[in-house]
């Protein structure tokens, strides 16, 4: 948690510009996808340094360096990126849902893309900060980093006197407020997804394994982030797998970006979407076009062979009119 080191041109933009905290879904898709890197000269900002997400006179969402803020009319927020996740997937990737048939029959009639809450998974990890045998250690983490910011006052403010005792009972109320918050991450909505140019044979074992009948769709990261077109808090993103071992996860809602080392196979892209705080929903359903979200539906090299008829029948049966292909690991050899 390095310290941020405002430097002049930094204040200017401030002292030109206030935060509307206006973000839009364009604005937030900038962000996510440009990370740390200005729209404009296409420099990375520097470490300490924070970059200035907003609008161009034509409201183009931009993120830029201080170095090129005269380009922004609006300035939505300022983005401390130091420490942050690079969540930035490109947008022709390939990702890829493995799935049974039933679920996908449900896909197509519900005409969306359905988003369950992360705590109804099976991983326990989903939001987790990290082992609970290092809880202690993180705990005292941020206790010290309460301590200092309770302690170090901004210049300007007049010092307050605090005991010993007031200070500890202080940054106690801290960090439960601070754990409580976080509590709520594993109500997020997300959907998962595998980032993957081709198939995977692991993947379809997993999903679909032999006896069963399966299939897979694909679409792009791109497609990704229109489905959540309406919803201004969408994030497409790609996981980190952490080894908790050594490491916490990150903090607010990129924590749910985290996962365990152990499941780096999955190789996962999400799509994720808050949750409502008080009444939260165990899944919403984003209603669009399946026919523009699904570019190629591949079936599971495991299933019988009238499967892929059955498969079509069904596609048409509820009007669309995807690309029905068979699995590349059915493929014949030659020697
Ligand atoms: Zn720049």
Known sequence: ????????????????LKSTGHITHSLRRVMTQQWNRCCVCGKAVTHNRPAFAGYDTSGIPLLVGAECADRLSELATPVYWTGKLDLSVPDRQFVWRYMDFGKFVTMLKQRGLFVPAADT?????????????????????????FRQAVTTLPPGVPPQVKSEDEIEVECKRLLNDFKSDSRNIRK???????????????LWRLYCPPSTLGIAIKTTAEHLW???????????????????????????IERIFCKRA??????????????????PTPGALI????????????????APSWFSETVSDVIGKYGMGFNVRSSELADEPFY
């Open 226 to 252: 229109s489905i959540g077109a309406a919803r201004p808090d969408v994030l497409v993103g790609r996981v980190h797998y952490v080894d908790f071992a050594k490491a916490f996860a990150s903090n607010d």
């Open 262 to 279: 152990s499941l780096r196979h999955e190789n996962e892209v999400r799509l994720v979407l808050s949750n409502d705080r008080k009444h």
């Open 188 to 202: 997020t909505l997300v959907s998962c997804w595998h980032a993957n140019d081709g198939e995977s044979e692991a």
């Open 121 to 145: 998974f099976e991983d326990r990890f989903e939001g987790a900060i990290g082992l609970a045998n290092r809880q202690v250690a993180w705990d005292q983490f941020y206790l010290d980093f």
């Open 287 to 302: 209603p669009y076009d399946l026919n523009l979200l699904i570019q190629q539906v591949v079936v599971s090299p495991f």
């Open 1 to 16: 948690m390095a310290g941020i080191d405002l430097q002049p041109a930094d204040k200017a933009v401030f002292g030109r």
